[in-house]
């Protein structure tokens, strides 16, 4: 198995809530390494760049509004296949549908308050990390 990176994102129905901790203990338990992390507040900009991908679709604007609504913590998780295991650690999108013990299934309020994201695929990882980090501020 290959040592990956991912991007993962504590949302701001979570940062509201001081969940923070509580996520970063369940990824940490489920193998994953924090290896760059900070608190933002994103602008409508940030938001829009990131979120880029999603622009067609209808939940984009709302989407833009709840992200840009509080704090996230960014950050880029390390581990073995860690795209994959990132997402089996938060579970399905829609929390109704996650697993029991996954962080959605736990903390997210609804499909959109959904507590965390993570990056999709090895490729969109890469990109994700470079929007949002720099280099040097990933520390292995
Ligand atoms: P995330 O993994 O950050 O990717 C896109 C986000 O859009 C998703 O998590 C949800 O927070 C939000 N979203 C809102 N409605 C939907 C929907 N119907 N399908 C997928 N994502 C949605």
């Given amino acids: 198995m ?11 129905d979570a940062t509201a809530r001081n969940l923070t901790g509580k996520i970063i203990a369940k990824l940490e338990e489920g193998g994953l390494r924090v290896v760059a992390q900070k608190r933002v507040r994103w602008d409508e900009a940030d938001a829009a760049a990131f979120y880029a991908v999603h622009k067609q679709r209808p939940f984009y604007q709302d989407l833009v509004a709840f992200m840009t609504s509080g704090p996230i913590v960014l950050q880029v998780l390390e581990g073995e296949n860690a795209v994959a295991r990132n997402r089996e650690i938060m579970g399905a999108t829609n929390p109704e549908n996650a697993a029991p013990g996954t962080i959605r299934k736990e903390f997210a309020e609804n499909i959109e308050r959904n507590s965390v994201h993570g990056s999709d695929s090895a490729e969109n990882a890469s990109l994700e990390i470079g929007l949002v980090f720099q280099e040097s501020e990933i520390v292995g």
């Fill in 2 to 12: 290959a040592v990956e990176r991912t991007l993962s994102i504590i949302k701001p």
